[in-house]
């Protein structure tokens, strides 16, 4: 797996628990990657999208809510909410990462640690806001 993979799922999972129990103190976020064990690089992008999406939830969230058809955001599960945001922020925020990319990474971690058809859902998502925020992207 590589290292933006790594980075990438250890965001989520950090984020999951940033949803789950609000914000965390910096001896929390050390026992987070003491717990996770990742390599200064993984961990180094990880932080990046954590930090952005935390600090752009707001603008990602209404990036999401139109495009769930008849669904609303208090009903999503928390890895498919936190692997969405995280894609989301990479699609609008790290336009280096190419849309394609994006996408399939955020598929195949909502496969991992998401439930049954958080995949599809996900990629279902995700098409529709890269066509809006990424139009030129061969998608």
């Known amino acids: ?3 933006r993979r790594e980075g990438r799922e250890a965001a989520v999972q950090f984020l999951f628990a940033h949803d789950l129990h609000g914000e965390h103190t910096p001896e929390e976020q050390e026992a987070f990657w003491t717990v996770h064990n990742a390599k200064n690089s993984v ?3 990880a932080e990046s999208l954590i930090q952005g999406v935390v600090a752009h939830t707001a603008e990602i969230d209404a990036l999401i809510e139109p495009v769930l058809e008849n669904f609303r ?3 999503l599960a928390v890895v498919d909410l936190n692997v969405l945001r995280m894609a989301v922020y990479e699609l609008v925020y790290v336009p280096e990462v190419p849309a394609p990319v994006v996408i399939n990474e955020a598929i195949e ?3 991992v640690l998401g ?3 958080s995949g599809a859902f ?3 998502i995700l098409h ?3 066509l809006k925020v990424r ?3 061969n998608l």
């Open 122 to 124: 996900v990629n279902g």
């Open 43 to 45: 961990r180094t992008y």
């Open 1 to 3: 797996m590589g290292k």
């Open 128 to 130: 529709k806001i890269a």
């Open 109 to 111: 971690i909502a496969k």
């Open 115 to 117: 439930a049954g058809e």
């Open 73 to 75: 955001m208090q009903r």
């Open 135 to 137: 139009p030129k992207s």
